[in-house]
């Protein structure tokens, strides 16, 4: 069967009343760009415009190619949803026949558009707002339980398709949800590496699949709520916080290893939890621990309550991998008694012995203000001469112009020398030698088209 591109149904969502055969569709227009065509998102095997009648405004889902049974799965996805009817999900009709294309009917999907923001985008905007982000883990922790009770799994929750409509959750991306009528079916995806356990494969498909994303999540915003600094520090990539690598191999992990050693009892046995369950098998994973006394057990450090220091942040990407951070000095005391996870019933945790007081440290002595490194001018003043004489040489044959050009050049390899010498730079001395050899490099290239073959002698 050959699917329509974009030129086709571009053409055919311009020309509703023809095209379309639910009635509501007929009645809407499609919103367009500033060229006056059809705004468009194109996807791996969809198209999706925005249609509206001024009351209502949908999203248009039109297919472009074969996938398999998800035809099949969205009939039983969206029977599933409109029965239950939670508020976590956006209301949405699969159409078989939907539209008309070249006189040929195909399947849409139409589902109801939502302003809303991701939730990358809401962390980052609430970092200073501890009781949102605690209030929101417990968000996630009531959204796993309902999911549960109405035998749904969203199979990839993450920084992306979970939006945040007045503070709600609200889910998108239905491509790989679980209901009943799909019990005993592979998963069609995997989810995002960043928030799936790192043994998760196609057999791990039911109305439990998201609890490791949730608790990825949760952990997050409990750290996140208690430390905002670590936003600066960990997060990056398509996760909030963790990363695939961190998931593959928590022992290893520089931000497993700050939030081990935090100070708050509650972010230390989330991330001791969420430890032991990339460690165990994705099938294998108990309960949740209860996310919604998350607000009680987490209250911001003193340390990220202060004002930090201005600092520049440089970040590498390392495919497949995390950005290399400097070392923690939070390591655990010997005398440090074992971490016990905050939600266990009755579970109580020693108090560490009391420390002697550290004696008064003399006040400090304010060091005399140093000047920089002295600037050796030998390298500029070899580098003037040089190119004082190479311009009088060629002065009979470049007229006034290298008159002009010299002490422009002089001025300009020299600054660039008294540069480098300051900047105090193991490799200063090569490099103003280099700007050295640049600079009478260059004054000989602008001087070649006046000289001829004279400056390409002269030079060397």
Request: glycine share 8%.
């Amino acid at each position: 069967m050959a699917w329509p591109g974009m030129v086709e149904y571009s053409a055919a969502v311009q020309n509703q009343q023809a095209s379309f055969l639910a009635p509501e569709l007929k009645a809407a227009s499609v919103v367009t760009n500033r060229l006056g065509l059809p705004k468009v998102c194109s996807g791996a095997f969809a198209i999706v415009y925005e249609l509206t009648n001024g009351r209502d405004r949908w999203a248009i889902r039109c297919f472009t190619r074969e996938v398999g049974d998800l035809m099949e799965r969205y009939a039983a996805i969206a029977a599933h949803l409109r029965k239950a009817a939670l508020p976590q999900f956006v209301p949405f009709d699969y159409l078989q026949d939907g539209i008309l294309v070249n006189g040929k009917p195909y399947p849409i999907m139409k589902m109801q558009w939502v302003e809303g923001v991701p939730l990358g985008r809401y962390v980052e905007q609430h970092l200073g707002d501890p009781a949102r982000l605690l209030a929101l883990a417990g968000q996630f922790g009531e959204l796993s339980a309902t999911l549960e009770k109405h035998r749904i799994g969203h199979g990839d929750l993450s920084a992306d398709n979970v939006l945040l409509v007045n503070d709600a959750i609200t889910l998108i991306d239905y491509d790989g949800l679980y209901v009943p009528a799909l019990a005993g079916r592979k998963a069609r995806e995997l989810g995002n590496p960043a928030f799936q356990h790192p043994g998760r494969d196609e057999s791990l498909f039911g109305p439990e699949v998201d609890r490791f994303s949730v608790l990825v999540i949760a952990t997050a915003l409990a750290a996140l709520a208690a430390d905002p600094g670590l936003w600066s520090r960990h997060s990056g990539g398509n996760g909030i916080l963790f990363s695939p690598a961190d998931l593959r191999s928590p022992a290893a992990s520089p931000l497993f290893k700050t939030l081990r050693a935090s100070p708050n009892a509650a972010v230390r046995g989330l991330a001791d939890e969420l430890a032991r369950w990339c460690e165990a098998k994705p099938g294998k994973l108990g309960k949740l621990p209860p996310l919604g006394k998350l607000a009680a057990k987490v209250a911001p450090s003193a340390a990220s309550a202060a004002a930090a220091p201005a600092t520049v942040s440089i970040t590498v990407a390392i495919p497949n991998g995390t950005a290399a951070q400097p070392a923690e000095s939070a390591a655990p005391s010997p005398g440090r008694p074992a971490r016990v996870a905050w939600w266990r019933r009755g579970a109580t945790r020693a108090a560490a012995p009391p420390q002697p007081a550290p004696a008064a440290a003399p006040a400090p002595v304010a060091a005399p203000a140093q000047a920089g490194p002295a600037v050796d001018w030998t390298g500029p003043f070899a580098t003037a001469v040089g190119l004082g004489v190479f311009a009088v040489l060629l002065a009979p044959e470049t007229r006034s112009l290298s008159v002009l050009l010299a002490p422009i050049l002089v001025a300009l390899v020299a600054g660039i020398d008294a540069a480098y010498q300051r900047s105090g730079e193991p490799g200063a001395l090569r490099a103003s030698v280099a700007a050295s050899a640049f600079g009478a490099g260059l004054f000989g290239v602008l001087l070649a088209p006046e000289t001829a073959s004279a400056s390409m002698l002269a030079l060397p």
